[in-house]
């Protein structure tokens, strides 16, 4: 970076909010998972969408590749700078509107968290529709870049529903306010849905309105364990049709055998699989009723662990919340994130474990997720390979998956790891329209030029 430009973003942003120092960018240009590395020349922290567009043309006019940085929780690499680039954070974008009750939304700047927003919905008597193992350092500005879903997505949506407007600063340093009080509103181009999931290469989201939703007066937990995969898909294919489901998440044995091992979180019902369930409504009897019929038609391998109260469900969700912070004991996981039609999954997870097992003999493979969905986290642990043999196995993994009809990318996103896929779930002419789309917003593709195409 020259010294130019240098002080030129010292100028915009202030100079304690830039930094050169080699330290601090080393921490920076590793991934969340501590696997895939790069390097940066500096970082810069504006505090406005004005501030955002002055360094955007200043970085521009200078030639120099710009990364866009929320919590730095991606898991494909997206926040990896692999061009010596300028790191933008949006952390300083910290503004959390007042509640509005009635119309049941907030206005929140792109850098504050997924937790500080559940804690205002709270505040208010509502609830954010979007949950992650990460809230607390997920923003969600990165989380409508990429789309989240998590751990409610069977009820509320993605993260894109949640989206009512946005502030968003493009290439060329102007700022779109695309806004609107009314939930009716088909004015031109829906711009704000273009961005969301854009992963950043179109423009640097800088502010959101975000819906939220009633609070359920009641809700009832239970997990339940599975000797076989098929009876479990079998069971979340009839529970996510359910009226009332809130989350539906599986859980294999090698997950929960971490989280008693590493974290002394262990299952709290028998069986190789794992399905904890969520039920909200208006009352608990017939919440209760209804998970008890329901259960009634499962072939389960042991008696199911039932919590009504807020205690009893949260020590339910211990081993789901605890599986993130185990995967890394033996070092960086190798992950996969994908979606798969139901009827496929109990092949796929056989055909995964044995693909594993041939080019990677010590890893365990990991498998849970977000069943209602067929959106699975298949996380590799204990998996040491150079770099030839890593390559080998997840080029191999991603054919398995489209062999499978899977899709390659569901909630985590391309970023950099997965973008030699991207015409395993999109055609040719498809990618051919979404570079126009790039082109038209970033001619010289100087922001986030790593992720989605590189």
């Not at 690499?77 to 949006?90: K, N």
């Not at 989240?148 to 989206?163: D, F, I, K, P, S």
């Not at 950043?200 to 007066?217: E, F, K, N, S, Y």
Request: charged share 20%; with cysteine; net charge negative.
């Amino acid at each position: 970076m020259t010294e130019h430009l240098a002080e030129r973003l010292a100028g915009i942003v202030g100079e304690r909010h830039v930094s050169t120092d080699s330290d601090v960018l080393t921490g920076r240009s590793v991934d969340y998972t501590g696997r895939y590395r790069g390097r940066a020349c500096a970082l810069v922290r504006p505090g406005s969408p004005e501030e955002v567009g002055a360094v955007l043309t200043a970085c521009r006019e200078a030639g120099a590749s710009v990364t866009v940085q929320g919590g730095r929780t991606s898991l494909v690499a997206g926040t990896v700078p692999e061009h010596d680039d300028v790191l933008l954070s949006t952390e300083r974008l910290r503004e959390i509107g007042e509640v509005d009750q009635v119309e049941r939304r907030v206005h929140v700047g792109a850098g504050v968290t997924l937790a500080e927003v559940q804690k205002a919905a709270t505040a208010a008597g509502l609830v954010f529709g979007v949950d992650l193992a990460a809230r607390d350092s997920a923003t969600v500005g990165g989380m409508a870049s990429t789309n989240a879903g998590g751990l409610r997505t069977v009820c509320y949506g993605n993260m894109g529903e949640q989206v009512l407007g946005l502030d968003v600063v493009l290439p060329d340093g102007s700022v779109v306010h695309r806004h609107s009080q009314v939930r009716s509103d088909n004015t031109g181009y829906d711009l704000a849905s273009l961005f969301v999931g854009a992963e950043g290469t179109l423009g640097v989201i800088t502010g959101l309105d975000l819906r939220l939703h009633p609070a359920p007066r009641a809700r009832v937990t239970a997990a339940c364990g599975f000797t076989e995969l098929d009876a479990l898909v079998s069971a979340g294919r009839w529970f996510r049709d359910l009226d009332g489901i809130a989350a539906l998440e599986l859980i294999d044995a090698r997950a929960a055998m971490l989280t008693a091992e590493h974290a002394d979180v262990r299952a709290p019902v028998a069986g190789d699989w794992l399905l904890l369930i969520e039920l909200v409504g208006e009352r608990e009897e017939t919440l209760t009723e209804r998970l008890a019929d329901a259960l009634g038609k499962t072939d389960l391998a042991d008696e199911p662990a039932v919590g009504l109260d807020a205690a009893a469900a949260q020590r339910l969700w211990q081993v789901r919340e605890a599986i993130a912070d185990v995967l890394g004991v033996y070092g960086p996981p190798l992950k996969f994130d994908v979606s798969l039609p139901l009827s496929a999954i109990h092949d796929f997870a056989d055909a995964a474990g044995a693909l594993v097992a041939s080019h990677a003999p010590d890893a365990i493979p990991v498998l849970f997720g977000h069943i209602g969905e067929g959106n699975l986290h298949l996380n590799l642990v204990r998996c040491v390979l150079d770099e030839p043999a890593e390559h080998a196995l997840y080029a191999a993994m991603m054919a398995l998956i489209a062999e499978h009809g899977g899709n390659v990318s569901s909630e985590h996103g391309v970023g950099t790891r997965k973008r030699a896929y991207l015409s395993m779930s999109r055609t040719e002419a498809d990618i051919a329209a979404m570079r126009t789309v790039k082109a038209a917003f970033d001619p010289t593709g100087f922001l986030n030029p790593a992720v989605l195409f590189g």
